[in-house]
């Protein structure tokens, strides 16, 4: 279904998302709009959904979206050398769950998320990106004061002129933060998102860099 809403073709590529929740839909039409082939990957194959291996090798770029419990089981079904010399962008972050509610992060200062996937993906460019906003702002943010800000980090620097175009397509500012260890501060400041929309129940929001 995504695949048929048409765009301005400004990026040309095939997709393939890692993930049916509502963040992996929301990149999925996304991208769609955007020009891009997009196919959405699950565990089996059902309705608008194909396999999470189908998707991994339908995709130039693949975004990860899954809940991080199910992240390892989703890239095993995948297929790491399906993703292999990819662009893997890795929209996840490592929350730990109490009934389903998010009470704080898995882990942190010494490792991420972001590395992980890195490690279970030798051969594949990992860019952490997306995992900083909620999914209603993913693509064309309009809030007051923007374009919103995302930070992103990987290791290769050609994949992460790649995220910083889509990005840039998709309406934000973009800021490199270095290697796939900036996922250890990126996928915190996911955690500064949630608390602070939790308190003020205000979910519309987003980090903004300001520089003299």
């Given amino acids: 279904r995504f695949g048929d809403l048409g765009g301005d073709a400004m990026l040309n590529k095939k997709v393939g998302i890692l993930g049916t929740g509502d963040v992996g839909k929301a990149l999925a039409k996304g991208f769609a709009v955007h020009g891009c082939d997009v196919k959405i990957g699950s ?122 175009e889509i990005l840039t397509d998709f309406g934000w500012e973009t800021i490199d933060l270095g290697g796939i260890e900036a996922a250890r501060l990126l996928e915190p400041m996911c955690w500064v998102w949630v608390s602070s929309a939790m308190k003020s129940g205000k979910w519309m929001q987003a980090f903004k860099m300001l520089r003299a």
């Fill in 43 to 164: 565990r089996e194959r059902k309705g608008e959904f194909v396999t999470f291996e189908e998707a991994a090798k339908h995709g130039d770029i693949v975004v990860v979206c899954t809940r991080w419990g199910g992240t390892q089981h989703a890239l095993e079904l995948a297929g790491a050398k399906n993703l292999a010399g990819k662009v893997v962008i890795d929209a996840t972050n490592p929350l730990k769950e109490v009934d389903g509610r998010p009470v704080g992060m898995e882990r942190g200062f010494t490792d991420s998320g972001g590395e992980q996937v890195q490690r279970w993906l030798p051969d594949a460019k990992v860019v952490k990106a997306f995992n900083i906003v909620g999914n209603a702002l993913m693509v064309d943010p309009k809030l007051p004061g923007g374009p919103p800000t995302m930070f992103i980090g990987g290791n290769d620097e050609g994949a992460k002129n790649v995220v910083t």
